[in-house]
């Protein structure tokens, strides 16, 4: 399994940059073209992996050969487009093949001798910021590939469900007592049953968010760029995020967070492809007055879309973030359109002119409002199938009530929201100093106080969670991030106060997408890795305005001052990155509860690793049984990807609960045994007659008696 997972991993490794090389820009020159390529290259194989998973299971024949076949028909139509290009060109440059095959080699060994040359020259820090995150990188990529899945959310709901997928060859609604299974969107899981089904385990199912890290830092530095960041700008915002605690955790994990944030991240440096184009003579500053507009390439819109609709079909939250951007590069485009204008013709009276001025104008604003119909529609082949199932089963694109009321914010008051706003910045930006903390916390508690409210209403608190918790050690589900945060807060405000236009937007964007977090997700212990979107989109603005104070303090001869304030911003965050993958938890490097002191199976239980024996002992008893069919009886936290893993495989699980309207569970008469966990008192109320069931604790199990 884990070589056939290796070679998936190489095979895609290949295929991505051979589809950006197809795929690189022919616009014109564009900001870091080649990263760019590479994003598109993600965005449409991450689109063709959504539409294989909807496309088999609308027949119940997701199995590993339609998703071989699918991925046999992409490579293929890569080598088609890579072989395309190629020919094109070569084809305007004239002369022989051979000629031309030459030039083309002495032009590689240009670029090469001039990166060498450059990075011969690059200062003594680059080189210490590099070797930093190249640390932090390798770190990551061995978590990732030595540790078995082990998040909690995983063991629930995001890896049973695809087990399910496997099993019923469909990703239809099925009978569960976890809703989270059925009414969550399962973009995320959608890559990983690719994974599944092509290795037969989840050996690879932990580079999903590793590349997804990687690609999320690719379009952080490349909106730098956009943003007008130089080379350190560019430097700095990977340096940002590659050291930010919860992207390093998430990076080894099967949450789904990271590869929602990457998503959002691809949207936002095509938005800002719009503003940014050499076409524009007024450059990277939006909505300044221009002369002439090219109009923008049609390539847009099928990008944009794509992103949009794997924004959706992952994490709805990251829409919050797709809205205000998308309005942005909306309205961008009609501002401009108004001001677009053809060229007068030699000859032509301005009165002629006049009449062309206006007919550039209508054409270009209905090739705007025709984009953005193209951009819902392209979204909605990705997202569509997913809410049409929830429309089917639930009456609403949404989701059921539960979902929504669960993890949402359930008034409009503005006291109740505010006091939101402010708990989720102090979890964020918690920190070791616990009276810098609590004293942030006794102050939002005292404001809630102050206005009349409860600082945990229910409207806006995630169950009987309870206001403040510690969130600044590093665990994957809660690990603030205060120097990341603070330098995105700071750099958007100096976005806002100085502009030019471009940064101001993007500044707006960031700042009204914070702003709708706040006023519909519920704080939650768990709110830090709901904001990862958020993170890494204001990687950016913390990178430009890294370098940005750099070159006003060494302009101003202030260059001791510079070194300190970067230095010790920059060496607390190298700190903080290296102890989160040396002791991050559930995933480290050393100590005890390192990955190379733990067998697989105490890996997936770190969390609860008093749980371990009575999973193996119930499976094992099970298993001795010969049960063909096993029943699960469990509540909506438990875990239930253990009993996928532990029993024997072929053996077919089903739910003898259902919370899901119109699915009812499998008859007791129809299994051969029973495994349960946590809700041990209906486990027992639902054994059979002449069944012997076994009280393990957390975990229990029921068996025919004349099968022991």
């Not at 007068?344 to 550039?360: A, D, E, H, L, Y």
């Not at 960031?510 to 519920?522: D, E, G, I, N, Q």
């Not at 101003?556 to 002791?583: E, H, I, M």
């Not at 089903?654 to 119109?662: E, K, N």
Request: proline share 6%.
């Amino acid at each position: 399994m884990f070589n056939r997972a290796v070679l998936l991993v190489l095979w895609l490794l290949v295929l991505l940059p051979a589809l950006a090389y197809a795929l690189r820009p022919v616009e014109g020159a564009v900001v870091a073209p080649m990263r760019l390529a590479v994003l598109r290259s993600a965005l449409l194989l991450g689109a063709w992996a959504i539409v294989t998973v909807e496309a088999a299971s609308a027949f119940d024949s997701l199995t590993a050969g339609a998703v071989m076949a699918a991925w046999t028909a992409a490579t293929l139509g890569v080598l088609a487009a890579v072989i395309f290009r190629s020919i094109r060109d070569v084809a305007p440059a004239g002369g022989s093949l051979t000629d031309q095959l030459r030039s083309r080699r002495g032009a590689t060994r240009r670029t090469w001798r001039r990166t060498r040359s450059a990075a011969a020259a690059a200062p003594a820090w680059q080189w210490a910021v590099a070797c930093v995150v190249a640390i932090l990188l390798i770190s990551v990529g061995v978590l990732a590939i030595a540790s078995a899945p082990n998040n909690f959310d995983s063991q629930t709901y995001h890896l049973p469900r695809i087990e399910h997928w496997v099993q019923n060859a469909s990703v239809d609604v099925y009978a569960t007592d976890i809703h989270r299974q059925v009414d969550l969107s399962p973009g995320a899981e959608y890559l990983l049953a690719h994974l599944r089904l092509l290795t037969g385990g989840d050996g690879a199912y932990n580079l999903v968010q590793f590349f997804a890290g990687t690609g999320a830092a690719l379009a952080a530095s490349r909106i730098a760029a956009q943003l007008g960041g130089g080379p350190m700008a560019q430097v700095a915002t990977v340096f940002v995020l590659a050291t930010t605690p919860e992207i390093l955790l998430q990076a080894s994990s099967t949450q789904v967070d990271l590869v929602a944030a990457a998503w959002v991240a691809c949207l936002a440096t095509l938005v800002l492809d719009e503003f940014t184009r050499p076409g524009d003579q007024h450059g990277p500053a939006l909505l300044e007055r221009a002369s002439y507009v090219t109009a923008p390439p049609r390539s847009d819109a099928l990008y944009l879309g794509l992103a949009l609709g794997l924004i959706a079909v992952t994490k709805t939250t990251g829409l919050l973030a797709a809205g205000p951007l998308l309005l942005m590069w909306g309205v961008g485009r009609l501002v401009r359109d108004g001001r677009r204008r053809r060229p007068c013709m030699c000859g032509r009276s301005p009165k002629g002119c006049s009449r062309t001025n206006v007919s550039g104008a209508l054409e270009s604003r209905l090739r705007t409002v025709g984009a953005s119909v193209a951009v819902i529609v392209l979204a909605l082949v990705v997202v569509g199938p997913f809410l049409a199932r929830m429309q089917a089963e639930f009456g609403s694109p949404l989701g059921p009530p539960m979902l929504r009321e669960s993890i949402g914010v359930q008034t409009s008051d503005p006291r109740l929201i505010a006091v939101n706003g402010l708990r989720i910045a102090q979890t964020a930006l918690d920190t070791p100093l616990r009276p810098v903390s609590d004293a942030f916390a006794d102050a939002i508690e005292g404001l809630a106080g102050l206005v009349g409210v409860d600082v945990n209403d229910p409207d806006v608190t995630f169950g009987t969670s309870t206001f403040p918790v510690p969130a600044w050690y590093p665990d994957e589900d809660r690990a603030a991030f205060p120097l990341t945060g603070l330098a995105a807060l700071i750099g958007t405000a100096w976005f806002l106060w100085k502009g030019p236009g471009l940064r101001r937007a993007y500044a707006s964007a960031l700042a009204v997408a914070a702003l709708l977090v706040c006023a519909t997700v519920a704080w939650q212990p768990w709110i830090n890795r709901l904001l990862l979107f958020l993170v890494v989109l204001g990687a950016p603005v913390a990178g430009v305005l890294a370098a940005g104070l750099a070159r006003a303090l060494i302009q101003r001869r202030r260059k001791a001052l510079a070194w300190a304030l970067l230095g010790t911003f920059a060496a607390t965050a190298a700190l903080a990155g290296l102890l989160t993958v040396a002791y991050g938890y559930p995933r480290r490097l050393t100590g005890e509860w390192s990955v190379f002191t733990l067998n697989d199976n105490e890996e997936r239980f770190v969390r609860r690793l008093e749980w371990l024996p009575q999973y193996e002992e119930a499976a094992a008893a099970v298993a001795d049984s010969g049960a063909g069919t096993v029943g699960l009886v469990q509540s909506n936290d438990s875990w239930e990807y253990p009993w996928w893993i532990l029993l024997p495989d072929g053996t077919e699980l089903v739910a003898l609960q259902s919370i899901v309207p119109g699915r009812e569970p499998a008859a007791v008469e129809d299994v051969e045994a029973i495994v349960c966990a946590e809700d041990l008192d209906e486990c027992a109320n639902l054994v059979p007659a002449g069944w012997d069931f076994h009280d393990l604790g957390t975990v229990g199990y029921a068996v025919p008696r004349s099968t022991r």
